[in-house]
């Protein structure tokens, strides 16, 4: 895969001090509030060459629960050149703006003067995500005639909206040898497979569009992708044969609503998270520039050649005919970010812009249990083409792709998606694609899986969301108590912990499940952030990272993972109702915030589809609920309360609390008690539930509860202090062969979660 290097620099014009009249006044420091779907007409003074100005500023208060922000300036006079720029929590600081690069450092994201409109549409996935904060618009006029524009902002919550492709067959690219003629080819064609078409031109046409079609029900972008494909001879023979390739036309970096801005980003993916058309980012580029270019051998389906390609819908694929569909959908993935732009010898990005790329941040060598990211600045050039050709050791890192479905690698090492690295590097195929595992649409080489084409991303589309096109807010949709009503008696408590050493969120999530046989229950805990709509747990050194605790008196800390447990887990709010746990038929009615949990625990993966226990509108003004611990003196247990407001007034507590048998296993209880004050001790009657079979098999087995011991809590104030003079008693018996009893009495406790 290769790219152009074409980047815009920031225009310098300079700032003109006058401010649009007209019909809206125009006061320097005053704001026009923008409201939900309603248009504001303002009138754009004339404007010189060499000059800027701006009207007043606009702003548009956007709830929590929106997932998506248009903004949209229109009615712009021809001629005029005007831009738009949006910023989150704060106004413009126009007392610091000289030129327009000032005002692109400023802004979050923007949309440069192209044709007399501009759009920007702030996602939830975004960075900054638009949900429930107030966005600040400046339009600033460069040069024109006087005019009227109109500016609307409207925001939804809806469903994030499918990307829409379209493909060209009339432009002859830029490549010197682009051949357009296959795509209006006469010869008389069959109809086959759902292809309805009656010439060989025709069905190609028809079959890049149903691979464009596919790709579109996968992906989600609120900006429209622009295909141009075209022919040209390369050659090649049944022994070797390339059959197309791709090519983006931009390298993107340093765009609105990344993650990351030091990074490169493919073009399609750069314009999803930017929120516009790539020629409003770029604005030096036609509107009508394709994003990306696709190049299909046209020797493939020659006189001479020794296989032709299959035209048809239905994924037919033989030994002689190789899959149009397959191959069109397999190169447009490449197109949209599926690779990496470090070549053979290691080096990052292009002559021009040596940056790391967004695949290449994904990617690491796991070798020995260690692992190594590719873009840790420690590795070297060499250390990459090293990993390059490393076969078994080169990893796609993301934690969403590691414990999808359908990831065949899952019990390989770490179960990281293994990358195409043989010993010999193969260029075209190494690195970008995935390893011979796999029968995915991405592998390097899928004429070798069999008669069945691929037409769908399979594991190459949680990859995907993780190099640009994740649809769900880096941030969970709830906080507290989770699980799955098929699976109702266990689940998962997620609380938000604190920040990293980079400002990033960080979450502490604990399963409470059961072991394989006799139903005892047990718990496992993991630590880590949200990042492209998932949760990622941080792993140990062997690449696990959601440890099951032993505990053991008198040891420093007494509580230690078990070493012989590997397990791993994933949260991941990307397309959920796509997701087979939450589209197994199960009515769902009435649920909110659903997620996709998923878990590797041992040889065993699973997925559940969950939602909150309760209601966040049912908790009190003053929250005791989030995950408690008695300090750092007395480590490795703790609980869980969730606090439930009833509409006379009255206040029920439900506590999960996780501690240990004789032998240092975990256990769990729960317990649930009405009528609590705070500052007044409540006692609560502690229950073990046995019987129930983790659900590896997800059965039932006479599951009964067995009174335990009590507990006892005093809660003053929800505080992390343990001097806020909050209190716990805990006595309780383990009911089953190892026997013994976890007592507290009256110990301080301090909550270890934050505010929710």
Excluded at 183 to 196: A, C, M, R
Aim: glycine residues 10%; proline residues 7%; charged residues 20%.
């Amino acid at each position: 895969m290769t790219c152009q290097s074409r980047m815009r620099a920031a225009a310098g014009l300079l700032l003109g001090t006058a401010l649009g009249t007209a019909m809206v006044p125009a006061h320097a420091g005053e704001f026009f509030q923008l409201n939900d779907g309603e248009g504001i007409i303002f009138e754009l003074p004339a404007v010189e060459p060499g000059q800027a100005l701006i009207p007043p500023d606009f702003f548009i208060e956007v709830p929590a629960e929106a997932t998506q922000l248009r903004v949209e300036l229109e009615g712009v006079g021809e001629g005029m050149q005007v831009d738009l720029y949006l910023r989150p929590d704060s106004p413009f600081d126009l007392d610091n703006v000289s030129n327009t690069g000032d005002l692109l450092a400023q802004a979050a994201y923007y949309s440069l003067g192209v044709a007399g409109v501009e759009q920007v549409t702030v996602q939830d996935s975004t960075f900054p995500p638009v949900h429930g904060r107030t966005w600040y618009l400046l339009v600033v006029a460069l040069e024109g005639p006087l005019g009227d524009a109109t500016l609307v902002a409207d925001f939804s919550s809806d469903p994030p909206q499918p990307a829409q492709i379209t493909v060209d067959f009339t432009d002859p690219l830029e490549f010197p040898n682009c051949d357009l003629a296959p795509w209006d080819d006469p010869t008389p064609f069959t109809p086959v497979g759902g292809n309805p078409a009656t010439t060989v031109g025709e069905a190609r046409r028809n079959a890049v569009m149903q691979a464009a079609t596919n790709l579109s029900s996968e992906l989600f972008s609120p900006v429209p992708i622009r295909i141009n494909a075209c022919w040209e001879d390369q050659g090649g023979d049944s022994s070797g044969q390339t059959l197309a390739g791709a090519f983006f036309s931009l390298v993107s970096r340093g765009v609105p609503g990344v993650e990351d801005p030091e990074l490169i980003y493919a073009t399609p993916a750069a314009a999803r998270q930017a929120g516009t058309e790539f020629c409003r980012i770029f604005n030096s580029v036609e509107c009508d520039s394709p994003e990306l270019f696709i190049v299909f051998n046209s020797a493939v389906d020659s006189e001479d050649s020794t296989r032709d390609f299959y035209y048809g819908f239905d994924g037919f694929e033989s030994n002689l005919d190789v899959n149009f569909i397959s191959v069109a959908t397999h190169e447009i993935t490449h197109g949209l970010g599926f690779g990496t732009l470090a070549d053979e010898m290691g080096a990052l990005g292009t002559e021009d812009f040596p940056f790391g790329d967004a695949f290449i941040n994904q990617m690491g060598r796991v070798d020995a249990g260690q692992v190594t990211p590719l873009a840790d600045p420690a590795v070297t050039d060499a250390d990459r083409a090293d990993a390059f050709v490393s076969e078994n050791e080169l990893k796609f890192l993301g934690a969403e792709a590691s414990l999808d479905p359908e990831n065949s690698d899952f019990l390989s090492a770490s179960s990281y998606v293994g990358l195409y690295a043989p010993e010999t590097y193969d260029p075209g195929s190494s690195v970008s694609h995935l390893n011979n595992t796999f029968c995915d649409l991405m592998r390097f080489d899928t004429l070798q899986c069999g008669p069945s084409a691929l037409q769908t991303l399979g594991v190459a589309r949680p990859m995907m969301h993780a190099v640009g096109w994740a649809p769900a807010r880096n941030a969970p949709n709830y906080v507290g108590l989770l699980l799955d009503r098929t699976r109702v008696g266990h689940g998962f408590d997620l609380q938000l912990g604190g920040a990293d050493g980079d400002g990033n969120d960080v979450y502490v999530m604990t399963f409470y499940t059961f072991e394989d046989s006799g139903g005892a229950p047990e718990w496992f805990q993991a630590i880590g952030i949200f990042r492209h709509g998932v949760f990622e747990a941080i792993r140990n050194p062997d690449g696990f990272g959601f440890p099951r605790y032993l505990y053991q008196s008198g040891r420093t800390p007494p509580q230690q993972a078990d070493p012989d447990t590997r397990a791993q887990t994933v949260i991941s709010y990307n397309d959920v109702l796509g997701k087979p746990a939450c589209n197994d038929g199960t009515d769902r009615t009435g649920a909110s915030a659903l997620a996709s949990f998923e878990w590797l625990i041992g040889n065993t993966r699973r997925a559940w589809c969950v939602e909150p226990l309760t209601l966040a509108s049912t908790r009190p003004a003053v929250d005791f609920g989030g995950l408690w611990f008695a300090g750092n003196e007395d480590t490795g247990w703790g609980f869980t309360i969730e606090n439930i407001e009833n509409p006379d007034g009255s206040i029920d507590i439900f506590v999960l609390l996780y501690v240990y048998a004789a032998d240092g296993t975990p256990v769990w209880y729960f317990a649930f008690e009405s009528g609590f004050e705070p500052g007044q001790p409540l006692a609560m009657t502690l229950q073990q539930r046995s019987g129930y079979r983790r659900p590896l098999t997800g059965t039932l087995d006479d599951v009964s509860d067995t009174p335990a011991g009590t507990l006892v809590l005093t809660l003053v104030e929800p505080s992390n202090s343990l001097a806020a003079g909050n209190r716990v008693s805990v006595d309780v018996t383990y009911q089953g062969p190892e026997g013994g009893s976890w007592i507290r009495d009256d110990v301080p406790i301090q909550r270890l979660s934050l505010d929710r």
